[in-house]
């Protein structure tokens, strides 16, 4: 009787192993197919004069680490950091003016270590766009209410430049913020060139809205990392879509499906590769 038992309980162990690696398997398999790794255009089939360009990629990748905390300046840019935030949300922006184009930059989160952001991040339920009339367009709760922390200090920037070129630039789930902002921005300032440039940013609109944005595609540049993890999610299964165009950098390899070092700090290595690089032809 009591050898029975244990092999009950052994037979339940054993089936319980296999149902979590069938969870596991199945979640990694629509996981990949939500992302299906489309092919995109790799950096280096673009000329030096083609948009958009090596140094424009690295001088945007800067200034998303330069947003990562408030500073005097940075390396030796001479850029005039001019810094705006919404405490609640722990949203950090920053604005930097060069002649008629301005960049606005959102931090990426901060989390595990502060605990809104990681609050916010999975608050991944699709929540309408506040600053449109159309109750279709939808946008990452935790995402929004960040840009919605920040957004009277974001128009009285762009109301107060005299200049004509806008970048709105973010890394992670700073170029969410940043892409919601272009959304924003390239309709409300029809007169300016706005442009969206992303680094390993996760889904953050639904398909209505990324719909919206097809006139806008040249205006929206999404840089993607080799196998990235984080650009592959929220799932497009729950009304997800990426939008604007993809910009490959670094190797895909086939063994690999996923990965987190190609968030971070792969972005960084490999725009400094390449920028080193630019600069020895």
């Known amino acids: 009787m009591h050898q029975d038992s244990m092999d009950h309980k052994s037979l339940q162990n054993r089936i319980g192993v296999r149902v979590l690696l069938g969870i596991i398997l199945c979640m990694m398999v629509l996981s990949a197919g939500c992302q299906t790794f489309p092919k995109g255009e790799h950096v280096s089939q673009l000329y030096d004069e083609e948009f958009p360009s090596v140094d424009l990629l690295y001088t945007c990748y800067s200034l998303c680490l330069a947003v990562w905390r408030e500073r005097d300046a940075w390396r030796d840019t001479g850029w005039d950091l001019d810094y705006f935030s919404h405490e609640p949300t722990n949203t950090?922006?920053?604005?930097?003016?060069?002649?008629?184009?301005?960049?606005?930059?959102?931090?990426?989160?901060?989390a595990p270590e502060v605990s809104i952001d990681a609050q916010l991040n999975y608050q991944i339920r699709l929540t309408p766009l506040f600053?449109?009339?159309?109750?279709?367009?939808?946008?990452?709760?935790?995402?929004?209410?960040?840009?919605?922390?920040?957004?009277?200090?974001?128009?009285?920037?762009?109301?107060?430049?005299?200049?004509?070129?806008?970048?709105?630039?973010?890394h992670s789930a700073g170029g969410m913020v940043a892409t919601i902002a272009f959304f924003d921005l390239y309709h409300a300032y029809p007169k300016h060139c706005v442009t969206l440039v992303t680094f390993g940013t996760p889904r953050v609109l639904n398909i209505r809205a990324a719909q919206a944005l097809e006139e806008a595609h040249e205006h929206m540049i999404r840089v993607v990392m080799g196998r990235d993890f984080f650009a592959s999610i929220p799932p497009a299964l729950f009304g997800y879509r990426h939008a604007g165009r993809l910009i490959r950098i670094g190797s895909q390899p086939f063994w690999k499906i996923f990965s987190i070092k190609d968030h971070y700090p792969g972005y960084q290595h490999e725009l400094q590769r390449l920028f080193d690089l630019a600069g020895q032809e």
């Open 92 to 110: 950090l922006g920053l604005a930097v003016r060069d002649g008629r184009t301005m960049y606005l930059v959102f931090r990426s989160s901060q």
């Open 131 to 170: 600053f449109t009339d159309n109750p279709q367009y939808k946008a990452h709760k935790g995402m929004l209410s960040r840009y919605e922390g920040v957004y009277d200090e974001v128009h009285d920037r762009v109301r107060e430049f005299e200049g004509d070129c806008l970048f709105i630039i973010g």
